[in-house]
């Protein structure tokens, strides 16, 4: 059974930074592509950052220069820098893979960026 556990959402300010992180279980990051989603209030859920097998990074032009997506495969899990935070960050964020034919996610953890 996988599951993906995020944490270190929070409040944070504008021009600061925070890091999530994604601890996963019943499925190795180190061998599947990890993602990062975001849903702001009112707004479809969008791809934010991908992290690839073999450890290439694809990011959304709006956090690209800003957010960071890496992995730690020691400890199973991904993980979201985020430096230089604008209220349009806020959102509730979402760690996702795709894995025996299924979408898994996270529980989501939110990020609330003050001006």
């Known amino acids: 059974q996988v599951q993906l556990v995020e944490s270190g959402g929070g409040l944070g300010q504008a021009g600061g930074s925070l890091r999530l992180s994604c601890a996963a279980s019943?499925?190795?990051?180190?061998?599947?592509?990890m993602n990062w989603y975001r849903q702001a209030p009112g707004k479809q859920r969008e791809l934010v950052a991908v992290?690839?097998?073999?450890?290439?990074?694809n990011y959304a032009d709006s956090v690209k220069g800003r957010f960071t997506i890496s992995s730690d495969n020691a400890k199973n899990t991904v993980y979201l820098q985020m430096n230089s935070l604008k209220p349009e960050d806020t959102a509730v964020y979402y760690c996702?893979?795709?894995?025996?034919?299924?979408?898994?996610w996270g529980q989501g953890t939110p990020v609330t960026v003050s001006s």
């Open positions: 019943g499925i190795s990051v180190s061998i599947n592509a």
């Open positions: 992290i690839s097998s073999s450890g290439n990074t």
């Open positions: 996702n893979a795709y894995w025996r034919f299924r979408q898994h």
